[in-house]
Nanobody, 123 residues
Framework: QVQLVESGGGLVQAGGSLRLSCAAS????????MGWFRQVPGKEREFVSA????????YYSDSVKGRFTISRENAENMGYLQMNSLIPEDTAVYYC????????????????WGQGTQVTVSS
């Protein structure tokens, strides 16, 4: 069983930055693919970014590429999403997700989920 807990959300002005953290309770954390998704009310959960278990490959949606950076620290069972140049359209609940499978952009591919953290970007 893997438990994920996100933190770091909040209210920020457009152009600002936030760093989301994801703490994982898993003995085999280093074997997990990690992803970040976001969701606004009335819309489907959207892929944001993912990183392979060894951290060598990263993936981003077109909407965040160049602004967000995903990373992980396997020794500390932590994942991160650095978000820069935030825009109001980034406002959403952000979820950390993990799975022992390959990187996928579909939320259906991830077995483990955190509770989510709200990010609000004001204009």
């Amino acid at each position: 069983q893997v438990q994920l807990v996100e933190s770091g959300g909040g209210l920020v002005q457009a152009g600002g930055s936030l760093r989301l953290s994801c703490a994982a309770s898993a003995r085999t954390f280093r074997s997990l693919t990690m992803g970040w998704f976001r969701q606004v009310p009335g819309k489907e959960r959207e892929f944001v970014s993912a990183i392979t278990w060894i951290g060598g490959s990263t993936y981003y949606s077109d909407s965040v590429k160049g602004r967000f950076t995903i990373s992980r620290e396997n020794a500390e069972n932590m994942g991160y999403l650095q978000m820069n140049s935030l825009i109001p359209e980034d406002t959403a609940v952000y979820y950390c997700a993990a799975d022992y499978g390959m990187v996928r952009a579909s939320p259906l591919a991830y077995e483990y989920w955190g509770q989510g953290t709200q990010v609000t970007v004001s204009s």
